[in-house]
């Protein structure tokens, strides 16, 4: 039986173009992939957004793997800060092609309020009235 202390923490849905605000976290991402570099066991993933925001993914823990250019990958592992950018060590990757990115993107949304709405019941303000 695996002990509960000794489990990953379960990844965070987050956006590319809001990596930053998450080093030294575990996140599932979701991206076009744009480059490979088979040498440095790296690729580089686009925001399905407008905002054009990209990360650069090290693959060396999956490698090799099947990708291609232009599909729609999710990748899930830790963001690592390694210089100026921040970047994403591979813990898994599958492809997403045919996703319905607008259903997708409603979801996440829609999941991310119910967890507000739960923390808020969980953890009621400190100035409750009661007294």
């Known amino acids: ?13 987050c956006h590319i173009g809001h990596i930053e605000q998450v080093v030294g976290r575990r996140v599932r991402v979701i991206g076009r992939l744009f480059a490979q570099d088979i040498h440095q066991q790296t690729v580089v993933l686009t ?5 054009d925001a ?22 899930i592992g830790e963001i690592v800060s390694s210089g100026v950018t921040p970047s994403l060590q591979a813990h898994t990757w599958r492809c997403m092609d045919g996703l319905d990115w ?11 309020e119910y967890l507000e ?6 953890d009621p303000p400190a100035n409750s009235g009661v007294g």
């Open 1 to 13: 039986m695996i002990e509960s202390s000794r489990m990953l923490a379960p990844a965070g849905i």
């Open 117 to 122: 709405r739960r923390e808020e019941s969980v």
């Open 102 to 112: 607008t259903m997708y993107h409603k979801a996440v949304e829609m999941r991310r």
């Open 54 to 75: 990209s990360i650069t993914v090290s693959v060396r823990l999956i490698y090799p793997f099947e990708a291609s250019h232009g599909s729609l990958y999710e990748v």
């Open 47 to 51: 925001s399905l957004t407008k905002n």
